[in-house]
């Protein structure tokens, strides 16, 4: 008879352990808290070999996963290059993983709306209690369900991620939007402006409907921006005077955060990064927190993804590290039992959490490292950051102990 799996959260995590779960033969049920199918706001993700081959032994396909970019460039302020690195890879989208991920669902295997409060543990199975007052009964309990994950609540009610002194502002524009200049110089390459005490990167990535050819694509603006705890409860702050928890969804931001980032955009950063964001869709802006679970499993619950561990962004590790921390538990649970086999896996997906973990913190101390160009105008151009080579070479990279 086959084990019973129920995987909390229909996001990346849930999804890929769903996937790596039923192929090594368990029954198992996605429980999703939305109400409607997940559609992420369509910003990038960048893959890696090890994501490819993840999705694919998930068994998706990965033809036409994204866009190509083979070179990284750091521009200064004018828009000139600074630095250049060969380095191919291929960026996405979140919905394209997701999509790709969510199509291998069997129908009736994934439920929407269907928010988990916590579980029971008694003998030889766990019981999932939802908000609605009902049960689910299960051999595992698989928590994927997100940083603020309600079962890491119960597992570490101690842990609680820690904001990191900056928000990430992200928008999108259509290629076809853009200046012609502004196609021809920052478009194509993985680009990046390393001032003091700011960040940005940006990538093409598909256009709507994943449409690769050039003119359809969209650019993918990143910008790290310093915010002290002060300024950010401001801008969790919404219209009716509602103070956020943590984030606020994007519509609720209020029109005036959006003008005072334009402002200070305007007067520190490059032209064609100014016509990027110029053009965009509105932008939003998501608060930078980390954390990092003790152990990711306790007797039959196990945490995955960002559940688990937040990587800050700089690694760009979100999606690979939940793929891989659902093919280490599916691996750990053929031919032993529940407990022991969470047991291994969490001490095999623990320390690639800790260096995730520890290299994104490292990737991201080096924003602060010359000060703010609000105190120091010493690298205000991006022209003389000392770190630049680093940063270029390991932004977006799987730290070599993950390989
Ligand atoms: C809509 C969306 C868009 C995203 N877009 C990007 C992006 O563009 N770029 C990027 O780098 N990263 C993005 N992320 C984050 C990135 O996808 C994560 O790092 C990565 O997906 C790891 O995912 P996860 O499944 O561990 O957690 P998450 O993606 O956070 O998913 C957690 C899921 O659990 C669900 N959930 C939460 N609590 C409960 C509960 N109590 N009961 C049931 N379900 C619950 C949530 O609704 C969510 O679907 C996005 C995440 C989401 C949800």
Redesign the pocket.
Known sequence: MSRRAVV???????LFSAAFLRNAGWDVVV????RTE????????VTHDLLDRLIRLAGAETTDLGVQVTERVAFDLTGARVATLSLPQIVT??DRVHSLLRALMPAGTYWLD????GYVETDGQVTLQLEDGTTEAADLVVG???????IRAQMHPEVQPQYAGYVVW?ALAHEADLPADVRQSVFDPFGFFLPDGTQIIGYPIAGPGNDLRSGHRRYNFVWYSPVTPAELADMLTDASGHRHDLTIPPPLVRESVLAQMRRFADSNLPEPFLEILARSERPFFTPIYDHLSPYFAKGRAAL????AC?AR?HVGM??T??AGDAEALARALTGTDVVTALGHYSFERRNAGQVAHDTAQRLGSYIFSGGSPKESPANHDGRSNPRISVIMAETAVVPAALL
């Open positions: 909390c959260g229909g996001s990346i995590g849930g429980l999703e808290r939305s997940l559609a992420g706001r369509g910003a990038g993700i989208s979140w269907k928010a988990v409060s994927a369900d997100g940083f603020r994950s309600a992200r995955v993804g960002d559940a937040v962004p979100g999606v590290k939940a």
